[in-house]
């Protein structure tokens, strides 16, 4: 992943320094597509799970496991309790997609999923999901990559491992009444982030 983003941004640097040459101006070199659709994904997910790993680790893991203050919660404002994981999410995810109705520019779309969901809306739906939670699963540390057809359109599809980052998400996965599994481990994969991107001209 890292050699990735690595490749675009010295894609990129050359081009500044072959546009300084040619007096292109600073605003040409912003507006042209440069970034593959892979590199914009790995950087996407890359703030997503840092912010998902943060808010659980420094958040729910220690105020509900280690100091005991408070509870996590799906009915978090009833219970006046914290958001789960999945909810912050889902909740962003949602945010960005109203917001990013207004930009005609930025257009993706991602969702946390998995082979063994406490909340069924969360089971992979397309061909390519399925294939690539089982692929992450299954294949430690890596991503999956592939592109798909929805609906006539064309997507560059990337999905991530969703690991098991704090003592929290095993426990509360584990003791869910709707979970389906219940041998989770610390470090191990639970599901997966699912980022897709139209790539239709
Ligand atoms: C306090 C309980 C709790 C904690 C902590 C928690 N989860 Fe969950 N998780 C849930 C619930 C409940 C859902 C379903 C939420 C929804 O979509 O309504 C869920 C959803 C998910 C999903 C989507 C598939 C599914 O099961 O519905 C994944 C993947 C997941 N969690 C992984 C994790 C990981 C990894 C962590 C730690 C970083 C974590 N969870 C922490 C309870 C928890």
Known sequence: MKQNLFTS?????????LGAAST???GDVANEKLITPRAMADALHLVMDSDRTIYTRK??????????????????????????????????????????DALPDVNFSYSLQSLWPVN???????EAEK????????????????????????????????IAVAPVCVSCHNDHKDSPRRDFKIGQVMGGVVIRIPVDQ
């Open 131 to 162: 294939t690539g939670l089982k692929y992450v699963a299954e294949n430690v540390g890596k991503n999956y990559y592939t592109t798909e057809k929805l609906g006539g359109k064309s997507y560059f599809t990337a999905v991530y491992p969703d």
């Open 59 to 100: 958040i729910v893991n220690r105020l509900v496991k280690k100091d005991k203050v408070i509870k996590a919660s799906e009915h978090f404002q009833d219970d006046k309790a914290l958001a789960l994981p999945a909810q912050m999410f889902r909740f962003g995810s949602e945010l960005v997609a109203k917001r990013a």
């Open 9 to 17: 941004i010295v894609v990129f640097g050359t081009t500044v320094v």
């Open 120 to 126: 069924r809306q969360n089971a992979p739906k397309t």
């Open 24 to 26: 292109l101006a600073v």
